[in-house]
């Protein structure tokens, strides 16, 4: 083969897998369509063009002595600043001798007997590799403008993505901005100095705040010189490649003031990242987002003096955050100077484009010269461009019809020994990208050299965890507001492009970890092959909810003591100070507090919802192991069945073990169930309408009752319940740790609630009734990492053969706890809301809303 390594792209990309490459010794080419080094800095040349990352952190880290000898000499530096650092970059480590310029690749095909990819270029030659690396960027692929006429002007027209070498002076011109995106905001306030009239044509209003460019942030630059190793770290494990702490205000939880002084801090610091953590929950609750928008919102309209064109300019139709947003000099106020003007294209959209202007549906305009700022074809753009024929012949286009699939945003089954550097699925757009350039660079190679020692020459990823990458990727995106807003990002600027979330929103830190994993864990997910064999650790990287993953990372944080190791008094403590501190689930209709008149009478709940009554019953038990909790202690759940089901909960207290042991909280279930079923009317429900519902221990007592109640019921709904005293069920040992609930606690709280002997009695393990039939049909919901996962499928499989309905969710990525953690856990709130919906089918008054 003709070299080792070929990789399309000389960006900051392709320049540091030259230098990396010929340190391993491997050969390496590198074609460009460009005619010098750059990327990104070698075609957007427009006027403003620069980058918005500060520039110390967007720049290499890979050199101590590179950084020594460069220095920047602005905040954000200018694209000809940036393109001669590059320059410089090539020339100090001679990378041009291995880049061809001016030649495309236009086609890779896998050969499977040479065990390499054959590439053509556009000069016409065939070059032959062992591994082909695809440097293509993610922002390098023009979108041309989708408007009628494109091609019928006579006057002058630029791109923002392919501008001239040479200046181009605007002086007394009557120009046309089309596009408001990053390059548009940038270019358009400097075009404003020199343009006669200057017309911005805007399909929607980006977000945007004050880059405040100038020098360097002293704060910066004192860190940085402290201790450059430390910061470096501290960027590649931050969420997005820039070090900064991440907050944990809450925006809609904290105070007036202190919302409007982490703003202001945020706007008065002029970085993306600040503004972005103003609130933690921003990028997934609706109402925090709004709360950082409308703080926007009023800036813009207080520095644009117009009040219809401040309107125009305000973002209402995204999230803040959800499509990239911009920081900008001047941009705002460029609309208060008055030759520049502003068409709201919602209003009136473009009808073409015409041999001297432009025609909208209200007006004809004439220009000098047209400026079109309208983006890229994101991502799988540049990936795609190349006709890329895996194994079989498979393209990569046709592969990623319905959008892309990878293994780590690295590479993709059916494509051997090819790799993307910042490709889909992994953090790229969404962080600084040098680190994530080097990060990636150095995971490539690093994988080529461990190949080399180790006797391989192919590398691919298996389909097992490809799908679980993708999935995970899909889980990340869904617990965020990414999926409300038609951005680039959602590939919605392309027509007929898959609508997904195209980068990883896990955060780079995460990232990186799941990427060390990996390659630590043997290649785990890749199969590699050659004359040292073939190695194969199939699995799934991630298989956490991501959301239970950050809440079981700052239990361990917190390095909260075992339960198991306390007394049940303190353990009890343990529970109501952390039961203080959660959300409080959603707002009801009314709760009202009473007893059930029995010789122990039991404290109860009651949760009606806000719609008009009488509502359907449902009769609720707490989890705890029978060791903790109280009527009360499930209340944020309780309170979100109760909105989501639309039925009453009456959540019963039971008489707890230690004190109590058992059968003392099966009876209290079982006399609650039949008194409720008594009282429907008086506790103003709908009489015949009653259903068992528990989490837990809770769902334990449930399925007790509603073996035993004797009373007709309408359902059983059963969350994660211990149903059996069997701790063999390969669930016990895969979840027996780390899981929150643990094997060691299931002993404790058994050990607490039941002598062994009596272990095995139905009104103990509901599992061992002799017969289950004609039971009250069932929702049961079990989660993957959950002890009790097995047992909770066994009674459902159970009762289904006995005969009784079933509905049967498996929660997958979730905990024992995790499903009833409202409000904390965002992707459990799914699953309550098929949960709820199951239930409701069940009750006749609720049925038909349930079916609409
Ligand atoms: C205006 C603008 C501002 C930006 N600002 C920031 C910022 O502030 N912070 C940040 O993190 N990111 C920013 N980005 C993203 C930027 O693209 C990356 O930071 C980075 O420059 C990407 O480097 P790269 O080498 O991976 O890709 P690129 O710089 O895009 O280089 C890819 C190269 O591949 C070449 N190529 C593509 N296909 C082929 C082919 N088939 N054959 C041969 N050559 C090919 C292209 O010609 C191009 O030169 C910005 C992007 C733009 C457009």
Redesign the pocket.
Known sequence: MDFDVVT????????YLIYRLRRLGFSVRV????LDV???????R?PG?????PTTD?SYSFDPELEKEWTWSEK?AT?PEILAYLGHVADKYDLRRDIQFG????SAAWDEEMRGWRLR??AGDEVTCRFYV????????PKKPDIEGVDRFGGEVYF??RWPHEKVDFTGKRVAVIGTG??GI?CIPLIAREAAQLTVFQRTPNFSCPAWNGPEDPERVARFAADRDAYRQAARWSRG?VPIEPTDVIGTAAPEEVRRRRFEEAWQKGELFAILNVFADQLVNPASNELVSEMIREKIRSIVHDPETAEALCPKDHPFGTKRPCLDTDYFATFNLPHVRLVDLRKTPIKTITETGIDTAAETFEFDAIVYATG?DAMTG?LV??DIKGRDGITLKDKWAEGPATYLGLTTTGFPNFFM??GPESPS?F???????EQHVDWICDALDDMRRDGYDTIEPTPLAEEGWHRHNADCANITLHPLANSWYMGANVPGKPRVLYPYIGGVDRYRAACDEARARGYLGFKLTGPGGERCNDGVIRRLQPDVSLVLEAMEAMNLPALETLSPAEARAFMDQSAAIRPPGPAVGSEEDGLVPLDVPLEYRLYRPESPGPHPLVVYFHGGGWVLGSHVSDEPFCRDLCTRSDAAVLSVNYRHAPEWRFPAAAEDAVAAVRWAADNAVELGTVPGEVAVAGWSAGGNLAAVAAQRAGVPLRGQLLLCPVVDCDFSRPSYEENAEGYVLTRALMEWFWDHYCDPPSRTDPLASPLRAASLEGLPPAVVVTAEFDPLRDEGDAYAAALAAAGVPVTHLRARGHTHTSLTMVDVVISSAPVRAEMASALRSLFPSLAPAAAA
Do not use: H
Not at 38 to 44: C, D, I, V
Not at 49 to 53: L, N, T
Not at 134 to 141: F, H, N, P, Y
């Open positions: 399309a792209g000389a960006g900051f990309s392709g320049l074609f460009d369509e460009a750059g990327g990104t800095w070698y075609w957007n427009y063009a620069r980058c918005d990352i967007y954000y694209q030649t495309k690749i236009e270029t556009s695809a440097a293509t960027g993610c922002l390098s692929l923002t993505g990053s390059s940038q490649g890229f540049p461009s190349v550097v910042t757009v962080s600084n990208m040098v680190v994530s350039i």
